[in-house]
């Protein structure tokens, strides 16, 4: 007797409550790390006077282990957590999303194949990168208010409110809280990559069961992510660019393009300055997508006991 390996077990909203839970409880786990590797990513120095001429206004962070001193030095413990609420809105209502129409999609498609057949690697790619696009359309201006929040110095704190006033009350207006859709809707890749990848290594690896164990599911989820992250870094960077204020050598002109953040990048510190904060960039993703698989898993399960 067959059965329908590759359709969801939960309704759409189902997955997509499970997706946000899950999304919740690992961003507020590893929240320092998300602090941390924005702060490096949005720091454009290479030179060493570049370093002296702005320690007195902004500090410098040379490593993940030297920007949490740094941060908990100038803004104490806290300073770890600045822009928590308005990042644990934006991950609870992009997994939301994403994981809505990821798994209507994904239904639609198999249940249209005359053999149930689980969606080949292309397929998944397509699926996740159409679901993707459909959520970063709905909540980036979460994603531009955080960034602001988590870049801002100690002497320039404020709420998620008034920071997204900040923001359209510049040049850019109300369009200001899209800034980065671009570059957002071509990192679709990112998760897109990651949910295909994990889709496939469950068929490869535990023929596609449903039931998945606790360590199972982490480690599908670990290793999706860090495949993801590595092909797409250089756009990590440039997104953190183009929301955050402009750095003080460009006069506090914003940036227009993700390709103009890139060439900034490059001319000033190289084709390795679009890898930077990978490390942190790394760690976060690899335990998140972890954490977040695996309570979305447990939330399946009991959800159908």
């Known amino acids: 007797m067959s059965r329908k390996p590759n359709l969801e077990l939960l309704p759409p909203w189902g997955s997509a409550v499970a997706g946000a839970t899950g999304a919740i409880l690992a961003n507020a786990a590893v929240y320092p790390l998300d602090i941390v590797k924005t702060r490096l990513q949005v720091q454009v ?3 060493p006077e570049d370093i002296l001429s702005t320690v007195d206004s902004e500090p410098y962070y040379t490593s993940t282990s030297d920007a949490i001193a740094k941060i908990i030095s100038e803004e104490g413990l806290g300073g770890l957590y600045s822009g928590i609420h308005g990042s644990l809105i934006g991950v609870a209502s992009t997994n939301f999303a994403y994981f809505y129409w990821y798994t209507t999609l994904r239904n639609l498609y198999t249940s249209s194949q005359k053999n149930m057949r689980p969606p080949s690697a292309s397929a998944e790619l397509a699926l996740g990168a159409l679901a993707g696009a459909i959520a970063q359309i709905f909540t980036i201006p979460v994603s531009v208010v955080t960034t602001r929040q988590q870049t801002q ?5 404020k709420g998620l409110f008034e920071t ?3 923001v359209i009350e510049s040049e850019d207006g109300y369009s200001g809280l899209w800034r980065g859709l671009r570059a957002s809707l071509v990192l679709v890749v990112n998760p897109a990559i990651t949910y295909g990848a994990y889709q496939r290594l469950n068929n490869l690896l535990f023929q596609g069961k449903s039931r998945l164990r606790p360590w199972e599911s982490f480690f599908l989820g670990a290793v999706s ?3 993801a992250t590595v092909l797409t870094q250089p756009l990590i960077v440039a997104k953190v660019g183009l929301q955050s204020k402009p750095p003080p050598s460009r ?4 940036f227009q393009t993700f390709i103009e953040v890139m060439r900034y990048i490059v001319q000033r510190e190289g084709l390795l300055g679009l890898f930077k904060g990978i490390g942190p960039q790394i760690m976060k993703g690899v335990i998140v ?3 977040l698989m ?4 447990r939330c399946v399960k009991v959800a159908q006991n």
């Open 45 to 47: 120095k290479s030179k």
């Open 153 to 157: 110095s100690k002497g320039q704190k």
């Open 164 to 166: 997204g006033k900040e």
């Open 225 to 227: 992510k860090a495949c």
């Open 251 to 254: 006069g506090d002109r914003p």
């Open 289 to 291: 997508q972890g954490l």
């Open 294 to 297: 695996m309570t979305k898993d």
